[in-house]
């Protein structure tokens, strides 16, 4: 199965900042299968980024995601309170479908 | 709008059946669009996908989990469920029902429900 590897587990980060999060896999992963998901305290995930780049509807434009092959990025341009939250990456490239351990984007 | 609500026991005890059913509402199950699936997130931890299933009864299934697991659907009810066997505590967890885009293949979770804690303890 392909392995998803996120990186930083942890970005403290204040608000307005950039955010920059990374999603590497263990083998290439078509562009088409790569989605985002964020997932606040208590809450279920909630679709972001598919596609590796498309947003989902009512997505602000603050959320970009770029990438091909093993490695992706999701970007928050500028964060807002309530983008503190932890990020999973997931590809269903290739069957099962796996996600990455998460990032969590914590208030510095 | 279309939602998803899990139900079922939230404490089961060990090597009993868990068994978990989705309801879909405000849309039916039996679109061409979607597959139906299940994932979970043992407390504190990341998640784990378990299984899906189509309208039509196709199932797939996490090749981890798939000796202990059955999915299936009732478009009566316009309802999934989940059985899992012999569980331990190292399955406890928050399960998810969710709505699988189907492109040319599955391709992510749109929808999700609020997900149900499930406590496998004596």
């Known amino acids: 199965e392909i392995v998803l590897t996120q990186s930083p587990g942890t970005l403290s980060l204040s608000p307005g900042e950039r955010a920059t999060l990374s999603c590497r896999a263990s083998?290439?992963?078509?562009?088409?299968?790569l989605t985002w998901y964020q997932q606040k305290p208590g809450q279920a995930p909630r679709l972001l980024i598919y596609?590796?780049?498309s947003r989902a509807s009512g997505i602000p434009d603050r959320f970009s995601g770029s990438g091909s092959g093993t490695d992706f990025t999701l970007t928050i341009s500028r964060l807002e309170p309530a983008d503190f939250a932890v990020y999973y990456c997931?590809?269903?490239?290739?069957?099962?479908?796996?996600f990455g351990q998460g990032t969590k984007v914590e208030i510095k | 709008q279309l939602q998803l609500q899990e139900s079922g026991p939230g404490l089961v005890k060990p090597s009993e059946t868990l068994s978990l059913t989705c309801t879909v509402s405000?849309?039916?199950?039996?679109?061409?669009?979607?597959?139906w699936g299940w994932i979970r997130q043992p407390p504190g931890k990341g998640l784990e996908w378990i299984g899906s299933?189509?309208?039509?009864?196709?199932?797939y299934y996490n090749p981890s989990l798939k000796s202990r697991v059955t999915i299936s659907v009732d478009t009566s009810k316009n309802q999934f469920s989940l059985k899992m066997r012999s569980v331990t505590a190292a399955n406890t967890a928050i399960y998810y029902c969710?709505?699988?885009?189907?492109?040319?293949?599955?391709?992510?979770?749109?929808?999700w429900g609020r997900g149900i804690l499930v406590t496998v303890s004596s």
């Open positions: 969710a709505r699988l885009v189907l492109g040319l293949v599955p391709m992510y979770f749109d929808l």
């Open positions: 405000g849309g039916s199950i039996d679109s061409s669009s979607y597959y």
């Open positions: 299933i189509y309208y039509s009864g196709s199932t």
């Open positions: 083998q290439s992963v078509s562009s088409s299968y």
């Open positions: 596609g590796a780049s």
């Open positions: 997931q590809q269903y490239g290739s069957s099962p479908t796996t």
